[in-house]
């Protein structure tokens, strides 16, 4: 079994193919992880505020935030991590890390508990998408990188689109043990599949530590705009089941089901676009409709308004994913993607684990409505970063040299072996 995996350039111009064996092994470990994430992500909150011991919004914020701060924690070390025990290693027990600790919730519902199977469940998933992701960019030639990643939204997105509402809906008529059970088996299952993957990247290029890629602007502004949308992605998932009316039940599930299918639909989109005409045109669109969407849901009263609003902001959302992580990748060499992978994940859970965790006690202070609509209001700080990526990558100085469409492209010094 291959150890490493090297990045083959394409031959005499032609497009190498994207799904291969070893992608398809990857898309089973993707699909036991995010069917165990989305199943439970907007269950929990209300389980642990169901357990007759006090609990409120504040509570169910922070078994997300818990959740999401674990994940930033795991995901920080998880190159460093990687590098010496192996990719494929550190993937395997994350999936273990990922199922095996829910279990514990059937049995229990007090607070220590669901909040330690929270933060287990954080390493867990730091562990699968840290790994996964930089042995996902290895699978992908780089001519498709856009479009490959795009295709891998949509596999991480099935379940986010099946699991997210279904959890809800089964929790609701079958009960929580049925969930916390699927949400299991699905990362368990999916363990023996990481066997057929490489177990560690190859050492093309020179390495990008956390430390310096969150002081290279290339890579910190992408993940800045990112973490914005995530940060309101955290909210949506977590308290949209609890400001909709109760009486309200169908549309809740509509809208949580719009979402992720909007998103995957848009990060499709995003992904064909970009490795044709650039991609960082696209992260002010992503952002405004990330607003935009965030900005309706305020009417909590209204349903189409609140499925509507999910809708724009699933898509903004997806935009957004697909941009800012196509834009990193393209900006380090082989050997700094666990870093890249690191760093996006990172903004992805810190901005959802950050929104959930203050939104609780914002919404406390205000109300529902009002919490959402300082929360897109909030959001457009990111339109400066967005901005300047945008017109710096135009000029040429993004920190590697810009192709004619804005597009960076790799420079001799950042891809020296060292």
Same mark, same amino acid.
């Given at each position: 079994?291959?150890?490493?995996?090297?990045?083959?350039?394409?031959?005499?111009?032609?497009?190498?193919?994207?799904?291969?064996?070893?992608?398809?092994?990857?898309?089973?470990?993707?699909?036991?992880?995010?069917?165990?994430?989305?199943?439970?992500?907007?269950?929990? &909150?209300?389980?642990?505020?169901?357990?007759?011991?006090?609990?409120?919004?504040?509570q169910a914020g922070l078994?997300?935030?818990?959740?999401?701060?674990?994940?930033?924690?795991?995901?920080?070390?998880?190159?460093a991590l990687a590098n010496?025990?192996?990719?494929?290693?550190?993937? !395997?027990?994350?999936?273990?890390? +990922?199922?095996?600790?829910?279990?514990?919730?059937?049995?229990?519902?007090?607070? *220590?508990?669901?909040?330690?199977?929270?933060?287990?469940?954080?390493? !867990?998933?730091?562990?699968?998408?840290?790994?996964?992701? %930089?042995?996902?960019?290895?699978?992908? &030639?780089?001519?498709?990188?856009? @479009? !490959?990643?795009? #295709?891998?939204?949509?596999?991480?997105?099935?379940?986010?689109?099946?699991?997210?509402?279904?959890?809800? *809906?089964?929790?609701?008529? %079958?009960?929580?043990?049925?969930?916390?059970?699927?949400?299991?088996?699905?990362?368990?299952?999916?363990?023996?599949?990481?066997?057929?993957?490489?177990?560690? +990247?190859?050492?093309?290029?020179?390495?990008?530590?956390?430390?310096?890629?969150?002081?290279?602007? @290339?890579?910190?502004?992408?993940?800045?705009?990112?973490?914005?949308?995530?940060?309101?992605?955290?909210?949506?998932?977590?308290?949209?089941?609890? %400001?909709?009316?109760?009486?309200?039940?169908?549309?809740?599930?509509?809208? +949580?089901?719009?979402?992720?299918?909007?998103?995957?639909?848009?990060? =499709?989109?995003?992904?064909?676009?970009?490795?044709?005409?650039?991609?960082?045109?696209?992260?002010? &669109?992503?952002?405004?409709?990330?607003?935009?969407?965030?900005?309706?849901?305020?009417?909590?009263?209204?349903?189409?308004?609140?499925?509507?609003?999910?809708?724009?902001?699933?898509?903004?959302?997806?935009?957004?994913?697909?941009?800012? #992580?196509?834009?990193?990748?393209?900006?380090? &060499?082989?050997?700094?993607?666990?870093?890249?992978?690191?760093? =996006?994940?990172?903004?992805?859970?810190?901005?959802?684990?950050?929104?959930?965790?203050?939104?609780? *006690?914002?919404?406390?202070?205000?109300?529902?409505? *009002?919490?959402?609509?300082?929360?897109?209001?909030?959001?457009?700080?990111?339109?400066?970063?967005?901005?300047?990526?945008?017109?710096?990558?135009?000029? !040429?100085?993004?920190?590697?040299?810009?192709?004619?469409?804005?597009?960076?492209?790799?420079?001799?010094?950042?891809? @020296?072996?060292?």
């Amino acid at each position: 079994m291959t150890d490493t995996f090297a990045t083959i350039p394409s031959e005499h111009g032609r497009r190498r193919p994207l799904v291969t064996r070893a992608l398809l092994l990857r898309f089973i470990s993707i699909l036991g992880a995010s069917t165990s994430f989305y199943l439970l992500l907007s269950v929990v &909150p209300g389980y642990a505020t169901s357990g007759g011991e006090g609990g409120s919004g504040g509570q169910a914020g922070l078994t997300t935030g818990i959740l999401m701060l674990a994940t930033v924690i795991g995901e920080i070390a998880t190159p460093a991590l990687a590098n010496r025990c192996g990719y494929r290693v550190v993937l !395997g027990v994350g999936l273990g890390l +990922l199922g095996a600790p829910t279990l514990a919730l059937i049995f229990s519902q007090d607070v *220590w508990c669901v909040l330690l199977v929270c933060l287990l469940r954080g390493l !867990g998933f730091a562990f699968t998408v840290v790994a996964g992701g %930089a042995l996902t960019a290895l699978l992908i &030639p780089a001519e498709r990188r856009g @479009e !490959g990643l795009a #295709l891998v939204g949509i596999v991480g997105g099935v379940p986010a689109l099946v699991a997210l509402p279904l959890g809800v *809906w089964l929790a609701q008529y %079958a009960g929580h043990g049925v969930v916390f059970a699927v949400g299991a088996v699905a990362p368990l299952a999916a363990i023996p599949s990481v066997l057929g993957l490489p177990a560690r +990247l190859s050492e093309s290029g020179r390495p990008v530590r956390m430390a310096e890629g969150l002081r290279r602007p @290339e890579l910190f502004r992408p993940a800045a705009v990112f973490a914005a949308t995530a940060m309101a992605a955290g909210i949506v998932v977590t308290f949209l089941p609890l %400001a909709v009316p109760s009486s309200a039940t169908t549309p809740i599930a509509v809208a +949580l089901f719009v979402q992720p299918a909007a998103s995957t639909m848009a990060r =499709w989109l995003a992904g064909r676009y970009s490795d044709r005409h650039g991609t960082t045109a696209l992260l002010v &669109p992503g952002l405004l409709l990330s607003v935009l969407g965030t900005l309706l849901m305020a009417l909590t009263g209204s349903a189409v308004a609140v499925i509507t609003g999910a809708g724009l902001f699933g898509a903004g959302f997806g935009i957004t994913q697909n941009a800012t #992580l196509t834009l990193m990748y393209a900006r380090v &060499p082989v050997a700094g993607y666990g870093t890249v992978s690191a760093l =996006w994940n990172g903004a992805y859970d810190a901005g959802m684990g950050a929104g959930a965790a203050a939104f609780g *006690w914002l919404a406390a202070g205000t109300d529902y409505p *009002w919490a959402f609509a300082l929360t897109a209001v909030g959001m457009l700080c990111a339109l400066k970063p967005a901005l300047t990526d945008r017109c710096t990558a135009l000029r !040429g100085q993004a920190g590697y040299p810009s192709s004619g469409d804005g597009r960076p492209t790799l420079s001799a010094q950042h891809s @020296e072996t060292p």
